[in-house]
């Protein structure tokens, strides 16, 4: 079978797409198709339904992928990097929300670089859950650090740890109803401005849910796509904000914001270490997910 053919198949699973798998490859869509179709006849099975939308695998394309995908992704490893592992530099491309890889995850792994420059090499990219895995999947990224669990046997996740979330605001706030708060599982902050990082409102609405079972009423005043520029805008005062306690614990102890609730049970947002399945047999993957799932243990 011809290995062109297996990763151009390849492609195409992890894509979803023959356009997509066309960019990927530097291939003309026609030429994907062709290739595809070249295999399915010699396997004498299909190996893609075609939808409106791109494609999803038979049961053969199935099972074919989680054969074939690894040990491609070996081949592809050995020809980028050669044989001697000893004394070549490995690359070692991270992707993940900003926040935690810049807080948690990178300076972990910087660890593995090594003074003589003969550890691991780093390569950040940061995204949103989708993102993430769709670059995983497509090869672009080594090893991701996401919330979602993604379904099917390609992709392997391991949970990492557990985020636990405060709802918190600057100390001018909580003489406007914060006690009252303390006191009732009904939000009583309406009139309190909400910083947050999509104008959907995904931090407060989820505590909103699972603390007070309501929807928040106030929309969001000021919206920014970090939670690192969240917590700076509430510790300025501009109103209230859910927050992950890892990165709000220093402004917390030094005063800069308050907490407004302490719920019996705390909402948790759970991380997620994933990487293509069959890609921890190579070192420098390996390295990098047992140092992180190490230093998770510190942070649950």
Not at 49 to 72: C, F, N, S, Y
Not at 131 to 152: F, K
Not at 161 to 189: M, S
């Amino acid at each position: 079978m011809d290995l062109a053919l297996l990763r151009t198949f390849v492609t195409v699973y992890r894509a979803g797409s023959f356009t997509r798998a066309a960019a990927l490859l530097g291939l003309s869509q026609p030429a994907v198709t062709s290739q595809i179709r070249t295999l399915e006849r010699q396997l004498g099975r299909p190996l893609f339904l075609r939808q409106a939308r791109g494609v999803t695998p038979t049961t053969i394309g199935d099972e074919l992928a989680h054969k074939a995908a690894p040990h491609l992704d070996a081949l592809v490893e050995i020809a980028e990097t050669g044989v001697d592992d000893e004394s070549s530099l490995r690359t070692l491309h991270l992707a993940g929300p900003p926040e935690f890889t810049a807080e948690r995850a990178l300076p972990v792994l910087t660890e593995l670089t090594g003074e003589d420059g003969q550890g691991l090499a780093l390569r950040a990219s940061f995204g949103n859950a989708e993102e993430i895995l769709e670059g995983l999947a497509a090869g672009h990224h080594d090893l991701a650090i996401g919330t979602a669990r993604p379904r099917g046997a390609l992709l392997t996740a391991t949970p990492l740890c557990d985020e636990e979330h405060i709802l918190v605001a600057a100390p001018r706030w909580a003489g406007t109803g914060a006690e009252k708060l303390r006191r009732t599982t009904a939000p009583a902050l309406e009139h309190v401005p909400v910083v947050e990082v999509h104008e959907s409102l995904p931090f407060v609405a989820r505590y909103w849910a699972s603390v007070f079972d309501a929807r928040p009423a106030a929309p969001g005043t000021v919206v920014a796509p970090d939670l690192r520029a969240v917590l700076a805008c509430t510790v300025a005062g501009a109103g209230l904000a859910v927050l992950p306690r890892y990165l709000c614990a220093e402004a917390l102890e030094r005063g800069d914001v308050v907490s407004l609730h302490d719920p019996a049970v705390p909402p948790l947002r759970t991380y997620f270490l994933v990487v293509r399945t069959g890609t921890l047999a190579m070192p420098h993957i390996a390295r990098a997910h047992e140092g992180l799932l190490r230093a998770a243990v510190v942070w649950n």
